[in-house]
């Protein structure tokens, strides 16, 4: 492998470094993009059943804002019940772009990461084959030596710009759609608590006292 990198010239070096951004950025969001992590299945039932009890209390707004990024929409609805259908629907939309700009975080580097290591890779090739030819000027033909050592950087580091483009390319779409994915369920739980409380506004319930205000 030292070989390989050392025959590809100093460009391998920033290739190499794409390659530990890439892998790196898809660990995290892998870890990040959990469907449990990021949409738990039983919060919103978990949230109606308080509601229903009139158990919402100011702490529990608290806790399940931090809990989850479907957590934090949920609890942003929840406070603001009493401003009207419309302005709970904006303020949901308001908290879910900062929760999808969260989900997105890092993949514009992902993306930048396979559009430059071909890019990378291709300098390379073409910094070897000027060598290849100024080789070719001085000494001929007959050095095979020289003419292999430019031959060899322009075909290393352009497979090793393919090799780094192609899987950040690959994962970079597949966390795009997974966003998507996610987004959508979020935007369906968030929907499924405007309209049941809509329906029963959390003021005309019985109970001890109604769901403070949180800002």
Not at 58 to 72: D, H, N, Y
Not at 162 to 169: K, R
């Amino acid at each position: 492998m030292f070989e390989l990198v050392k025959a590809g010239g100093w460009l391998m070096l920033p290739i190499l470094i794409c390659s530990v951004i890439s892998a790196a950025i898809c660990i995290e969001r892998f870890w990040t993009l959990r469907g449990s992590q990021v949409v738990p299945k039983a919060l919103l039932a978990e949230v109606w059943q308080w509601i229903q009890q009139n158990q919402m209390t100011a702490e529990r707004i608290k806790q399940i804002r931090i809990q989850s990024p479907l957590g934090a929409i949920l609890a942003t609805g929840i406070s603001n019940h009493h401003r009207g259908r419309e302005q709970m629907k904006q303020s949901i939309e308001e908290t879910a772009a900062q929760v999808v700009h969260e989900l997105e975080r890092y993949l514009s580097t992902l993306g930048t990461v396979a559009a430059v290591s071909p890019l990378i890779g291709l300098l390379g090739t073409v910094i070897g084959m000027i060598k290849v030819f100024s080789a070719i000027q001085l000494e001929g033909v007959g050095n095979a030596a020289v003419l292999a050592g430019g031959i060899s950087e322009a075909l290393i580091t352009t497979a090793a710009g393919l090799t780094v483009a192609i899987p950040s390319l690959f994962f970079y779409r597949f966390f795009q759609r997974r966003v998507d994915e996610l987004v959508m369920d979020m935007e369906q739980d968030a929907l499924k608590l405007v309209e049941v409380l809509s329906i029963e506004p959390l003021h005309a319930q019985s109970g001890p006292s109604p769901i403070p205000e949180i800002r």
